[in-house]
């Protein structure tokens, strides 16, 4: 993620007054420039991030013990649900069963602070200025990104439905047409009891997150030959499209997303090995998790808190540890969310094993 502020004539001057000896015009400076990055790293935050994509934020005021009634969001009904979520930042996430009732929220705080010599805050360095606000940024964005993935493979890998587990599997190494067909049909059955005594089609696969490896696997659709016994022969038209795209990014409706961090011995390939225990058989070494979602639901819930004063998410404030001798400036920032999964029916998975 790239930052980069505007060299106009009056940032320069407030970057400069920053490094004031003046104490007070320093000061000043300092914390009118905090409260102009709050708002830019928030909607960047926004904007970078993955998961902003599945999660539905759900503010609350900073401060307050946030709730979330399962039965506007689960479906009335009678009996329990599962949800999952984790107490603190880079814990382990927990499946807990909830009655059709208030659902009291656990929140964590994400934070990151970066600091510069004032020298290059007199000189006006912008570019210096802008890594270090493109530091912390990027920093709270891995936090949150980490923590939100690892509540939906929590929950991939313990969802249940009728006694059968989320998680289909197929071998070669390779993602076919067939074994994404076989996904679709099983969030299918999953979903023809969402709402109690009734069935509702409607619900479905509507998003594939996948790895560079697997997206290339989709492009290589484009040249398989046409009337070969594979499993991904397509239409002339189709493969076209792909051709000229350089890709898809859409199969059957269902929108493709591509991550580096899935993929044989990748970040979210080893956490959801490590959670997963064995159960499904899993190997993060030889295969590789797809994740499905189904973001029609709102399933995926981000309580944040809301800042009371500015009204945003992400709060940015001057660092005041350094002394008058230490000539440094600096920022801390920091903001306050949990990530909850409210419906594991809305999540499913494709195991490619070699």
């Known amino acids: ?17 920053m490094g004031s000896k003046d104490a007070n ?33 759900l503010a609350f005021d900073e401060d307050d013990n946030p709730s979330i009634p399962l039965d506007l969001w689960v479906g009335e009904g009678e009996g329990y649900t599962t949800v999952w979520s984790q107490n603190v930042a880079g814990g382990l996430p927990t499946s807990n069963v909830e009655g059709f009732s208030e659902l009291k929220v656990s929140t964590y705080r994400l934070d990151s602070a970066v600091s510069m010599l004032k020298r290059y805050v007199r000189r006006a360095r912008l ?30 890998v313990e969802a249940r439905t009728n006694g059968a587990d989320h998680i289909e599997s197929i071998s070669g190494g390779a993602l076919t047409l067939a074994g994404l067909n076989t996904m679709i049909t099983t969030v299918k059955r999953i979903n023809t009891s969402y709402a109690a005594g009734s069935t509702d089609s409607s619900y479905g696969l509507t998003d594939l997150f996948v790895s560079p490896e697997i997206k290339g ?10 009337g070969a016994a594979s499993s991904t ?10 051709y000229r795209n350089a890709g898809t990014q859409e199969i059957y409706g269902i929108s493709i997303h591509e991550l580096v961090e899935f993929g044989v011995g990748k970040k979210y390939n080893t956490l959801f090995d490590d959670l997963s225990a064995g159960t499904p058989t899993f190997n993060g070494d030889t295969a590789e998790i797809l994740v499905g979602l189904d973001l029609s639901k709102d399933a995926f819930v981000r309580p944040v808190a809301r800042n009371s004063e500015t009204g945003g998410t992400f709060t940015a404030l001057p660092d005041d540890q350094f002394t008058t001798r230490a ?19 809305a999540v499913a998975g494709l195991i490619v094993a070699a």
């Not at 022969?233 to 792909?242: C, K, N, Q, S, T």
């Open 217 to 226: 696997d989709i492009r290589a659709f484009a040249y398989n030959p046409v």
């Open 25 to 57: 015009v320093a000061r000043e400076a300092t914390q009118a420039f905090a409260a102009f990055i709050g708002p830019v790293v928030s909607k960047v935050l926004m904007q970078a991030g993955t998961a902003s994509s599945v999660y539905t934020d």
């Open 327 to 345: 000539d440094k400036v600096g920022f801390y920032g920091s903001l306050e969310e949990g990530r909850v999964c409210l419906d594991g029916r």
């Open 127 to 156: 570019d210096v200025v802008s890594k270090a606000v493109e530091r912390m940024t990027n920093e709270v964005l891995v936090k949150q990104e980490r923590n939100a993935w690892a509540v939906i493979l929590k929950a991939l």
């Open 233 to 242: 022969d397509l239409p002339a038209g189709v493969r076209e499209d792909i």
């Open 1 to 17: 993620m790239k930052l980069k502020l505007k060299n106009t004539p009056e940032q320069v001057e407030l970057i400069k007054a």
